[in-house]
């Protein structure tokens, strides 16, 4: 960079942290009016959550690309099977593209958009350009009907590599599903997906909102009437990786809710009616991730009581309840476990899903709740929407820095974050500063190094840390510092209402 360059940079980086600085007071009352004290700048974390789809990016790049030191990669992906499955998202910090957690991706990050993107201003179209980048994959891989494309990529070989996805030349091995494998967990994921999004551009794109809403209706039946898991039928190919270990009755609850809500046709309401006891409506299984749903079909359909007021759901608010108070710290039924930090957690790998997934559903739900002015009551113990939303932040503002290690654990973000991410085009040296390949093996110098990546993947947000708040920040630790789609999507619902809420948007 030029020196003049390298100046202007500086004076306006200087500028911005003024600006920063001014817009964000540290003291309560320097900070008059109806919002309240911000610890974080919300908006500048949400536009980076977002931006980090782009760095996940599979296929061929846009022009309008943002996170510039990605290139094209993965170009010929489905050729093996003479099908195009070129695009979608590599899930974490490999060079896979697995099926299942993208479709529960794409599910999320359209409901963040359905929930709180009314206040996403400028974000919003990029939040469903991430969207869409989910989407345009899912109708290709369901493109052919009685058969599903759930993964391209070998993952044992891929893993046996450390190169960028720009240089991959590991087998592109495709996967599918059909009536003779069978694949329902996925198969209603995906379903679930395409209908969530079709309610994202219904107004904005109604053209690609019915391909998607008919598509996820063909997608669905097909899901429930060949049942199965693809974890038999696929597992030595899915499995350890995105083994489904809670089956697939919750992806079919999940998904004829999401098929309800697209639909408003009453032979979904009615499927819900009927099976939701056997498919687990009631389970108190509190865990929601890209495996298990109950806890998000429970919010979903508590919805349609509290606010559309369908009284046949009316179970659903007790059985939102019950995870909600599993979540209260002090409150009868109380499960949960928290870090002495305060951090939810759930478990050693990529807790922190559980921690964006859970402070998403607080908030939706207090959302609820607001709107049909009522509360949860945990044995005796009333718990208000303020409650649950106070719960939330706190989740959210350990992430972004407040805590032990004083370590923001979403990348770009804050003085202090990880810079050893487990994410193999992060730490290799991008095409553009080293056009030349890098082999499969000789990337592995770089992983077992400690040096910082070069590439910064903007608005990662990683596994983050132990049960006792530490986080060593090594690239090899894949469970607490690797980054994964699925941990962002429902964070970018969470810092939308957060920044909103503190004036920022």
């Keep these: 960079m030029p020196l003049f360059s390298s100046l202007h940079f500086l004076l306006s980086l200087l500028s911005t942290t003024l600006l920063l600085c001014h817009s964000f007071p540290n003291h309560d009352h320097q900070h008059p009016g109806p919002h309240r004290?911000?610890?974080h700048n919300y908006r500048d974390a949400l536009t980076k959550s977002i931006i980090f789809f782009q760095g996940q990016r599979s296929g061929k790049l846009p022009s309008n690309q943002r996170m510039s030191w990605r290139r094209d990669s993965a170009l010929s992906?489905?050729?093996?099977?003479?099908?195009?499955?070129?695009?979608?998202?590599?899930?974490?910090?490999?060079?896979?593209?697995?099926?299942?957690?993208?479709?529960?991706?794409?599910?999320?990050?359209?409901?963040?958009?359905?929930?709180?993107?009314?206040?996403?201003?400028?974000?919003?179209?990029?939040?469903?350009?991430?969207?869409?980048?989910?989407t345009d994959y899912l109708l290709k891989a369901t493109a052919h009907p009685g058969t599903i494309y759930v993964q391209v990529g070998d993952a044992k070989k891929d893993h046996a590599c450390w190169e960028r996805p720009e240089d991959m030349d590991t087998p592109r091995n495709v996967y599918k599903i059909d009536k003779n494998t069978p694949g329902s967990e996925v198969a209603a994921e995906t379903a679930a997906a395409l209908a969530a999004a079709s309610l994202v551009f219904k107004k904005t794109d109604p053209t690609y909102s019915k391909t998607l809403v008919r598509r996820a209706i063909s997608v669905f039946q097909f899901a429930d009437k060949y049942r199965g898991s693809y974890s038999d039928g696929l597992k030595p190919i899915v499995c350890p990786f995105y083994c489904s270990y809670s089956g697939y009755e919750d992806e079919l609850l999940w998904g004829a809710a999401w098929l309800h809500k697209a639909t408003r046709n009453p032979i979904y309401l009615n499927y819900i009616k009927v099976n939701g006891q056997t498919l687990g409506a009631a389970e108190t299984d509190n865990t929601f991730g890209w495996d298990n749903k109950h806890v998000g079909a429970r919010i979903l359909l508590s919805k349609e009581f509290l606010v559309q007021k369908v009284q046949t759901l009316h179970d659903y608010k007790g059985h939102a309840d019950n995870f909600i108070?599993?979540?209260?710290?002090?409150?009868?039924y109380s499960s949960a476990q928290y870090t002495p930090g305060g951090l939810l957690y759930?478990?050693?790998?990529?807790?922190?899903?559980?921690?964006?997934s859970t402070s998403f559903l607080l908030l939706t739900y207090a959302k609820y709740l607001t709107s049909a002015h009522t509360v949860v009551n945990c044995g005796g113990t009333t718990v208000t929407p303020k409650r649950l939303r106070a719960i939330a932040k706190k989740q959210v503002d350990y992430l972004?820095?407040?805590?032990?290690?004083?370590?923001?654990?979403?990348?770009?973000?804050?003085?202090?974050y990880p810079r050893r991410i487990h994410h193999r085009g992060s730490s290799?040296?991008?095409?553009?500063?080293?056009?030349?390949?890098?082999?499969?093996?000789?990337?592995?110098?770089?992983?077992n190094s400690q040096s910082p990546n070069p590439n910064v993947l903007v608005g990662a947000v990683i596994g983050g840390p132990d049960l006792h708040d530490r986080f060593p920040d090594?690239?090899?630790?894949?469970?607490q510092s690797e980054p994964a789609t699925y941990i962002n999507a429902p964070l970018v619902g969470a810092l939308a209402y957060l920044a909103h809420s503190f004036g920022q948007l």
């Design 77 to 134: 992906d489905g050729s093996a099977m003479h099908v195009d499955l070129v695009g979608g998202y590599y899930d974490a910090g490999d060079n896979v593209k697995f099926g299942f957690p993208m479709a529960f991706t794409t599910t999320m990050l359209s409901w963040s958009v359905l929930e709180f993107g009314g206040i996403m201003k400028g974000e919003l179209q990029n939040a469903r350009e991430a969207i869409r980048w989910g």
């Design 474 to 479: 090594e690239r090899s630790d894949y469970e």
């Design 400 to 416: 972004l820095g407040e805590n032990p290690m004083k370590m923001s654990y979403m990348v770009g973000y804050g003085p202090s």
């Design 346 to 356: 759930k478990m050693s790998d990529s807790n922190m899903q559980y921690v964006t």
């Design 37 to 39: 004290f911000a610890s």
């Design 325 to 332: 108070c599993s979540l209260i710290p002090g409150a009868p």
């Design 428 to 447: 290799l040296p991008s095409v553009s500063v080293h056009p030349g390949k890098i082999q499969c093996s000789a990337g592995f110098s770089v992983m």
